[in-house]
Structure formats: structure tokens, C-alpha cells
């Protein structure tokens, strides 16, 4: 089992050090090698994702991802910026499967901005499509405005939309997904206003047919943006394109109080993933050794069970993972009062202990 570790910017090398930690006490043989990504990579080889980052990512079974990014690269012409990495990685490894499960845990509950009655107990799994949409639609770029009342005038413009046989794979994915869980697919879309969306709702409901036992529903993304802070709870899959559910994500991740503990996977046809967590680099608290580094840890739970094969792994981190909880450790973006306060490195100490205790 091969798996490339690209830790990134940020916080990204001190959460994805935990997670190495974590997996090094499990008694399974990996092996792991490193590289640089992002900001990091630019800053070594005037790159984001160098060729050799991409092959090692490429060759891996798994690649484990940190964070990338940092205000001082926002003056970068585009393709040199920290996010092409994640976004060429997307592309090059064909990731086009995005799980971005929602979860408020129990003893997390009073974190959240919403009422706890609203939140507790929230299990939403986020199903994004990865490499479509107007993330990588052709053409896109600047120009003179060809027509219209700002004829000549400059303007920018991207491409949004998807093939078929783009809708229908992902569109597996969440039906499969769901049968999984609570039997229930929303299909997130803007089938009222936009080509590609309307298209999108079509064959989501053509695939559908394969899937009896699962229900279906399709919400404008409007109305899901509204439902999301309304009623999470009535979701179960949450399924979308690449913008809407990048916006999405954000918004259901911030509602379990917990940014800080979610994980994700993006997965290929051949089960090939990249794991990262949902938060991004936050270069304001890098290197001070606070951030939470239990996303990450549960990301590398996601790998093993995903792209590794090794479910019962993966099971003993997660429940390492809420005893933790339970004993009360928690990092300043989940500490409350009554709680401990550790630091990042504490957190993941802790995640060691309980899984050495577990054996
Ligand atoms: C995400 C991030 C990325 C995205 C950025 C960093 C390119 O926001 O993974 O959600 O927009 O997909
Ligand atoms: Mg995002």
C-alpha cells in the first residue's frame, strides 16, 4: 500500500504530521512518501503541483493532502496559484467523486451556530461531482464583449457543463452511496434557469430508475442553500455539481460546529482517492501548533476504508477519534467551557493512547 503525502501549506504540515503518527501505530505496512505541494512546491521547484508531486500522487494507491494556500501567492498569475495543485490533481487523477460527509458530533452540538435541536444529531453525506462543471468548462478566459448592450467592452467569462456520461457516473455514485445510508438523494440544481442543470435533473432521474429503493428529490440550489440552515436534518445525500456543492459543503460543514473534524475523500473509477479535510490552510493560525488536526485524522480513516481496503482500521481511528471527544480533549476551534484545551500535537498524542489502549 502506497501512499503519497503531500502535507501543503499552512497548518497542512502540522495536521498531516498527526495523521502519519496515527497511522504508523496501526500494525499495518505502508509506505509512505513525501512531497511538496502548493505554496510549498512553488516556493522549491516555481510550481504548485510539479511533475514529480503528480507522479508520486499518480503511482500511489492514495494520496493523503494537507492544505494548500496562502494570501501571499493572491497576486500569482492563476496557473501558478497554491489551488491549481488541488485542482490539477482533481483533473490528472480523473477524482471526480467528492464525499464530504456533515456530521455534528454529540458533545459538539452547542458549537454550532444553529439551535441545538436543529443540529444535534446531523448526518448529511455531500456526494460534489469533482472535474466538471464550470470549474473546467472550455472556453473560458477574456475577451472584447462579442455582442449585447456592452459590445467592445472587455469582459470574462467561463464555461459551465457537464456530458452525460459525467451526470450518470456520479449520479451512480449517489444512488450507491445512499442505499448505504438513509435511502434518500436530493439532487441539487438550478434546472429553472441554467441549460446544463436542466439537463443534469434529466439524467439524474434517468439513472434513477436503476435505484427503486432509493428515493429521489431535486431542490434548486437556492432553496437548498435555504434548507440547509431551515431543516438540515430532512437531508440524507446531498448531491450536486462542482460550484453549487463547493458552496454547499462550506455552508453544511459550518452548521455541525465542527470544521475542524471533517474529513473527505475524492475518489476515481479504479478507487484511487485523495484525502484531505474539508478546511483549507489557515495561514493565520500556521505553525502556532492549535489547529484541530482530527479532520485530517479521520480523512486518513476515510483512505484506509475507501482506497486500502482496511475498514477495520479505519474503525478503530474513528472510534479512537470520540473517545477523545468524550474524555474531553479539544482544540480552541471546538473548546467550550468545561473542556480541556490541547494543542495539535496533544490532540493527536491522545488519538495514539486510545488506539494503543485499544489493542
Ligand atoms: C474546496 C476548495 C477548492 C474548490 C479550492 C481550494 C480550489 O474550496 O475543496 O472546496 O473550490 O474546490
Ligand atoms: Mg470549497
Redesign the pocket.
Known amino acids: 500500500m502506497k501512499i503519497a503525502v503531500l502535507p501543503g501549506d499552512g497548518i497542512g504540515t502540522e495536521i498531516v504530521a498527526e495523521a502519519v503518527k496515527v497511522l504508523s501505530v496501526l500494525d499495518l505496512s505502508f509506505e509512505l512518501e513525501e512531497a511538496k505541494v502548493g505554496g510549498a512546491a512553488y516556493e522549491a521547484h516555481g510550481h504548485p503541483l510539479p511533475e514529480s508531486t503528480l507522479k508520486l500522487a499518480q503511482q500511489a494507491d492514495a494520496v493523503l493532502f494537507g492544505a ?2 496562502d494570501w501571499k501567492y493572491d497576486n500569482l498569475e492563476r496557473a501558478l496559484r ?3 495543485a ?2 490539477g490533481l ?1 483533473k490528472h487523477l480523473e477524482l471526480f467523486a ?1 464525499f ?1 460527509p456533515a456530521i455534528c458530533y454529540e458533545q459538539l452540538t452547542h458549537a454550532s451556530s444553529l439551535k441545538p435541536e436543529l443540529v444535534a444529531g446531523l448526518d448529511i453525506l455531500i456526494i ?1 461531482e ?1 472535474t466538471g462543471d464550470i ?1 473546467f468548462g472550455q472556453p473560458r478566459g477574456r475577451r472584447s464583449a462579442p455582442d449585447g448592450v456592452f459590445a467592445g467592452q472587455p469582459e470574462a467569462f467561463d464555461t459551465m457543463r457537464y456530458s452525460r456520461p459525467e451526470i450518470e457516473r456520479i449520479a451512480h455514485v449517489a444512488f450507491q452511496a445512499a442505499r448505504k445510508r438513509g435511502k434518500k438523494v436530493t439532487s441539487v440544481d438550478k434546472a429553472n434557469v441554467l441549460e446544463t442543470f436542466q439537463f443534469w435533473k434529466d439524467v439524474v432521474t434517468e439513472v434513477h430508475a436503476e435505484y427503486p429503493d432509493v428515493e429521489l428529490e431535486h431542490m434548486y440550489v437556492d432553496n437548498a442553500a435555504m434548507q440547509l440552515v431551515k431543516a438540515p436534518k430532512r437531508f440524507d445525500v446531498l448531491f450536486t455539481g ?1 460550484m453549487f ?2 458552496i454547499l ?2 455552508e453544511a460543514a459550518m452548521l455541525t460546529g465542527s470544521i475542524g473534524m471533517l474529513p ?1 475523500a475524492s475518489l476515481n473509477a479504479r478507487g484511487q482517492g485523495l484525502y ?1 479535510p ?1 478546511h ?1 490552510s489557515a495561514p493565520d493560525i500556521a505553525g502556532k501548533g492549535v489547529a484541530n488536526p482530527l479532520a485530517t485524522i479521520l480523512s486518513a480513516a476515510m483512505m484506509l476504508r475507501y482506497s486500502l481496503n482496511q475498514s477495520e482500521a479505519a474503525l478503530r481511528i474513528e472510534t479512537a477519534v470520540k473517545s477523545v471527544l468524550a474524555q474531553g480533549l479539544r482544540t480552541a476551534d471546538i473548546y467550550s467551557d468545561g473542556t480541556t484545551r490541547v494543542g495539535t500535537k496533544e490532540m493527536g498524542d491522545a488519538v495514539v493512547a486510545r488506539l494503543k489502549a485499544q489493542s
Open positions: 494548500v494556500g497554491p489551488e491549481q488541488i485542482l482533481r467528492n464530504r460534489r469533482l470549474y462542482n456543492g463547493d459543503s462550506d473527505s484531505e474539508s483549507g
